[in-house]
T-cell receptor, first 115, second 113 residues
Framework: AQSVAQPEDQVNVAEGNPLTVKCTYS??????LFWYVQYPNRGLQFLLK??????LVKGSYGFEAEFNKSQTSFHLKKPSALVSDSALYFC?????????????FGKGTRLSVIA | GAVVSQHPSWVICKSGTSVKIECRSL??????MFWYRQFPKQSLMLMAT?????????EQGVEKDKFLINHASLTLSTLTVTSAHPEDSSFYIC?????????FGQGTRLTVV
């Protein structure tokens, strides 16, 4: 079975400071990993993904994430946070072997960037 | 990226009536779409997998007679909440996987009064 853990319900960071949103996963085979962002009353927007290759993945809006196989982690990072980054962030996983199947999501982490 | 369009964005209906939510893939064909429900401040809960030309697959605990899913074409899946009650009030989101990642509709806020 696949699962995702986002250990923090809420992350607060000052504008201009670096931010990290944590994610660990569990999957039987090789993972496909994703980060999505959700603004109030909106669907999820794709930020970035890890499929294969470089462990450091760069995505939209200056976000990046690092795949760490030994720690089964895929933490989301940004060097300098903006107030507009305040939103709900979801980490998701899918087993690379399972084809067109739904993603398994973490519970979400609310990021609050304070001016 | 691929575009998934969901309509309506919000709807208010009276108890006992039915509401239809549409999910369209605008620039790709989707043989499979997924319907989620999201409660306030919670993650997405997969309700069902919509399959073009065949019956939907429902997750455990989801009433198939209450949440009717139809996938009539390669670009359209619909979710109908039948005989809606206030406890059905929620945020409903559809998605499809044209590539490795999923793309989501804008979501529908359903309020049953």
């Amino acid at each position: 079975a696949q699962s995702v853990a986002q250990p923090e319900d809420q992350v607060n960071v000052a504008e201009g400071n670096p931010l990290t949103v944590k994610c660990t996963y569990s999957v039987s085979g090789n993972p496909y990993l994703f980060w999505y962002v959700q603004y109030p009353n909106r669907g999820l927007q794709f930020l970035l993904k890890y499929i294969t290759g470089d462990n450091l993945v760069k995505g939209s809006y200056g976000f990046e994430a690092e795949f760490n196989k030994s720690q089964t982690s895929f933490h989301l990072k940004k060097p300098s946070a903006l107030v507009s980054d305040s939103a709900l962030y979801f980490c998701a996983v899918r087993d690379a072997r399972t084809g067109n199947t739904p993603l398994v999501f973490g519970k979400g982490t609310r990021l609050s960037v304070i001016a | 990226g691929a575009v998934v369009s969901q309509h309506p964005s919000w709807v208010i209906c009276k108890s006992g009536t039915s509401v239809k939510i549409e999910c369209r893939s605008l620039d790709f064909q989707a043989t499979t779409m997924f319907w989620y429900r999201q409660f306030p401040k919670q993650s997405l809960m997969l309700m069902a997998t919509s399959n073009e030309g065949s019956k939907a697959t429902y997750e455990q605990g989801v009433e198939k007679d209450k949440f009717l899913i139809n996938h009539a074409s390669l670009t359209l899946s619909t979710l109908t909440v039948t005989s809606a009650h206030p406890e059905d009030s929620s945020f409903y989101i559809c998605s499809a996987n044209p590539n490795t990642e999923a793309f989501f509709g804008q979501g529908t806020r359903l309020t049953v009064v």
